[in-house]
């Protein structure tokens, strides 16, 4: 069993930047891949960013690329999600999640409470 907490969401302007954290319980967090989703208002959740569990490999939806950065630090139970050149459009809760094993877009069986980012323009 794996207990996510997120912090680190706001209201911010367009441009501005933005760094989420998620923080796990256990002692096996390195055995998990680790991923970041969010869900709009009226909308289904999606998928935004994937680390590997030892953080070599990452992977992002197109629409974040070259402005979001996942990583993680496995010695403080952690995973990151910078956010800069924030949009009003990346409105949304964003999501911490974990998977055994290899990263990806799906098939994430622990989440977390989730944390609001507004972003107004």
């Not at 989420?20 to 319980?25: E, F, H, K």
């Not at 949009?87 to 622990?110: F, H, I, Q, S």
């Amino acid at each position: 069993q794996v207990q996510l907490v997120e912090s680190g969401g706001g209201l911010v302007q367009a441009g501005d930047s933005l760094r989420l954290s998620c923080v796990a319980s256990g002692r096996t967090f390195s055995s998990y891949a680790m991923g970041w989703f969010r869900q709009a208002p009226g909308k289904e959740r999606e998928f935004v960013a994937t680390v590997s569990r030892f953080g070599v490999s990452t992977d992002y939806t197109d629409s974040v690329k070259g402005r979001f950065t996942i990583s993680r630090d496995n010695a403080k139970n952690t995973v990151f999600l910078q956010m800069n050149s924030l949009k009003p459009e990346d409105t949304a809760v964003y999501y911490c999640a974990a998977r055994l094993g290899r990263m990806g877009d799906a098939g994430y069986d622990y989440w977390g409470q989730g944390t609001q980012v507004t972003v107004s323009s």
